[in-house]
């Protein structure tokens, strides 16, 4: 995303999230391979601190006076789809500005937005979409503020799912693959978990889709199914009334939970698929050319269970041969981390 301020680039940039007081960092520069080699990958939190401490503090982690690159998260931005206006292209902000004063969660005048075409313009229909990313000013001036009690530099705001996309087209092109649709579902908080459709190096689909609580401590997959079995197994008719407080002995607090769980893990790939099925109805000329998941340590269980339930090939998001170093980071930094990487992948002749 280009904004007014743009400044020159780096090739050795910081690259930082700042939302609801936590900032995830990663610096990386390139190695003499041409590869971003993770060097540093951190969380750091605001807590109660002041402005002026945490400024202290992160200052004290080297990361004062960098030229620095912004990703917003999902929960800071509105990322819409419309119809492109019949304008030129110099005109298309405005158009669009007009275009979405009614879909926007506040008053139009309180929003920066950019825009970008819905795929690489080959397929038939493409042209005529466009992403629009809506922004509060608020969450903007929160990060100017920042970066300029940091002393940063800000030649760039992305958002996570152009990063996605950046990533996944950088393993479609490992694969020699890039032409083929691809299929990334990233889980990087407890919240959500973000899907996007690439091709040819630019974004088709995204999606959004809410996380049950608990998501990533519960039982997927093959263990999910044996705990449902017993949990029904455990169901035994009694003559009288058992309290919820019996001793140890009882299982029906934990059977009632476990089925629980099993419906929310089911609402969550009911939603996937409703998702996946859109983009064959919507892009059948289109098919995709495979799906890959990220879940932290838990990315290849996902992938096993998502491949079961869906009836496709799934595979984990594997990104250590394209940023050495990686590994070796914590995995919680990892998880929360990683969607970052994908803005050192962006080029400079992207709007988005």
């Not at 990322?79 to 506040?106: G, H, K, S, W, Y």
């Amino acid at each position: 995303m280009r904004w007014p301020w743009k400044r020159k680039s780096s090739h050795d940039p910081l690259i930082v999230s700042w939302c609801a007081g936590t900032l995830a960092y990663v610096r990386a520069p390139r190695n003499s391979e041409g590869l971003f080699a993770v060097q540093h990958m951190g969380i750091e939190r605001q807590g109660t601190d002041s402005m002026e401490d945490f400024v202290r503090r992160l200052q004290g982690l080297g990361l004062k006076g960098l030229v620095t690159h912004v990703m917003l998260r999902p929960e800071q931005y509105q990322l819409l789809q419309i119809d492109t206006p019949p304008v030129a292209p110099e005109e298309l902000r405005a158009a669009a500005r007009f275009q979405i004063r009614e879909m926007v969660n506040v008053h139009i005048d309180d929003i920066t937005l950019d825009v970008m075409q819905v795929g690489d313009g080959q397929q038939r229909g493409t042209s005529n979409h466009l992403f629009v990313v809506a922004a509060k000013n608020e969450v903007v001036r929160e990060v100017i503020a920042l970066g300029d009690a940091m002393g940063w530099k800000v030649p760039v705001i992305d958002i996570q799912e152009t990063a996605q996309r950046n990533l996944q087209s950088a393993l479609a092109k490992q694969d020699d693959r890039l032409e083929r649709a691809d299929a990334a579902i990233l889980v990087s908080d407890e919240h959500q978990a973000v899907l996007t459709i690439s091709a040819n190096d630019e974004l088709f689909f995204t999606r959004r889709l809410d996380l049950p609580p608990g998501f990533l401590s519960m039982a997927w997959g093959a263990d999910a199914e044996l705990v449902q079995e017993e949990a029904n197994d455990a169901f035994t008719p009694v003559s009288e009334y058992v309290p919820d407080y019996a001793g140890a002995g009882s299982t029906s607090s934990t059977a009632f939970n476990d089925n629980a769980d099993s419906d929310r893990l089911q609402r969550f790939v009911v939603e996937l698929q409703r998702s996946l099925d859109l983009w064959d109805r919507t892009w059948s000329s289109m098919p995709l050319g495979g799906i890959r998941v990220y879940a932290a340590e838990r990315s290849v269980e996902m992938a096993n269970w998502l491949s079961r339930e869906l009836g496709q090939a799934v595979s984990g998001i594997e990104l250590s041969a394209q940023f050495p170093g990686l590994q070796s980071m914590p995995v919680a930094d990892q998880a929360y981390c990683l969607p970052l990487l994908g803005v050192l992948l962006r080029t400079e002749t992207r709007k988005l």
